[in-house]
């Protein structure tokens, strides 16, 4: 947690995008991930990005990394009720032990 | 065949008692990971093991400890259980960068 925030609620219409945010503290992260949690179930990898990227496209998810300012951010185009989780941002370093946030839980209304 | 699989689903016990959790993975991965996630959904490493070599996080007290059989088993032993330890646990493996968990298991010590 501390170590990784992530703001806790986003509600958003079906149809339009998400934008779930990030920020961490450690500069010396080497991967940023998304993992998703369906209630009841593990966590999905989403998508992740390397330190040295700005952007990655998957789909209908896009991921932003602004290094300098340690914020990450997952786009979700054409957001569908399948979509309501929660999403969770993690980072690590070299040792690939991932540090989580406390999860940003999606509503996605009709 | 489901890649990375925890037994038992749900775990409901008694203050005192001894037990386990197992996880396998059938990626081939070198590396697994146990970690906890709490009533929050907050979630935390408890440990990675690696090639025999077992990193532990120093928050986790000494009655939980890991057991490997061989490289595609990580099961989680655990002694005289506590109220505090009622959680949710995930097992991971990973060849690297991605970490790929297991369902869960839904531990409630009474």
């Known amino acids: 947690g501390e170590d990784v925030e992530q703001s806790l609620f986003l509600s958003v219409r079906e149809g339009d995008s998400s934008v779930i945010n990030c920020t961490y503290t450690?500069?010396?992260?080497?991967?940023l991930y998304w993992y998703k949690q369906e209630p009841g179930a593990g966590l999905q990898l989403l998508t992740y990005?390397?330190?040295?990227?700005d952007m990655k496209q998957d789909q209908r998810l896009t991921v932003l990394l602004n290094k300098k300012d340690k914020h990450l951010s997952l786009r979700i185009a054409d957001t569908q009720t399948g979509d309501s989780a929660i999403y969770f941002c993690?980072?690590?370093?070299?040792?690939?032990?991932?540090?989580f946030g406390a999860g940003t839980t999606v509503t996605v209304r009709a | 065949d489901t890649a990375v699989s925890q037994t038992p689903k749900y775990l409901v016990t008694q203050m005192g008692n001894d037990k386990s959790i197992k996880c396998e993975q059938n990626?081939?991965?070198?590396?697994m990971y146990w970690y906890k996630q709490d009533s929050k959904k907050f979630l935390k490493i408890m440990f990675s093991?690696?090639?025999?070599?077992?990193?532990i996080n120093e928050t986790v007290p000494n009655r939980f400890s890991p057991k490997s059989p061989d490289k595609a088993h990580l099961n989680l032993h655990i002694n005289s259980l506590e109220l505090g330890d009622s959680a949710v646990y995930f097992c991971?493996?990973?060849?690297?960068?991605?970490?790929?968990f297991g369902p869960g298991t839904r531990l409630t010590v009474t």
């Open positions: 993690a980072e690590s370093r070299d040792d690939y032990t991932l540090s």
């Open positions: 093991y690696n090639n025999k070599e077992l990193i």
């Open positions: 991971a493996s990973s060849p690297g960068a991605e970490q790929y």
């Open positions: 450690d500069s010396s992260s080497t991967y």
């Open positions: 990626l081939g991965h070198d590396t």
């Open positions: 990005i390397f330190s040295n990227m």
